[in-house]
Nanobody, 118 residues
């Protein structure tokens, strides 16, 4: 069982920055692929950024050049640095941990709200 706890969301003006963090309570953090997803009201949950157990990253086209995903193996934490935020980035952001031994879809945190508004 993996528990994920997100933090760092909030209200920010357009053009601002936030850094999200997700702490995983698991001994084998390094064997999990980690991802950040987001879900806006009335929309499906979509992948924002992912980082493999080996550190390879990929991003949704809409956030490339603005968001950066990283992980700290010593702290069992994955981060999402979000810069140049836009109103369309407003959503609940969820952390995900997955590997071949995880349940279908992996493990999910409860989410953290990000609101971009002036």
């Amino acid at each position: 069982q993996v528990q994920l706890v997100e933090s760092g969301g909030g209200l920010v003006q357009p053009g601002g920055s936030l850094r999200l963090a997700c702490v995983a309570s698991v001994n084998s953090f390094r064997v999990y692929d980690m991802g950040w997803y987001r879900q806006a009201p009335g929309k499906q949950r979509d992948l924002v950024a992912a980082i493999t157990s080996g550190g390879m990253t990929n991003y949704a086209d809409s956030v490339k050049g603005r968001f950066t995903i990283s992980r700290d193996y010593a702290k069992n934490t994955v981060y999402l640095q979000m810069n140049s935020l836009k109103p369309e980035d407003t959503a609940v952001y969820y952390c995900n941990a997955n590997n071949l031994r995880a349940p279908a879809g992996g493990y999910w945190g409860r989410g953290t709200q990000v609101t971009v508004s002036s």
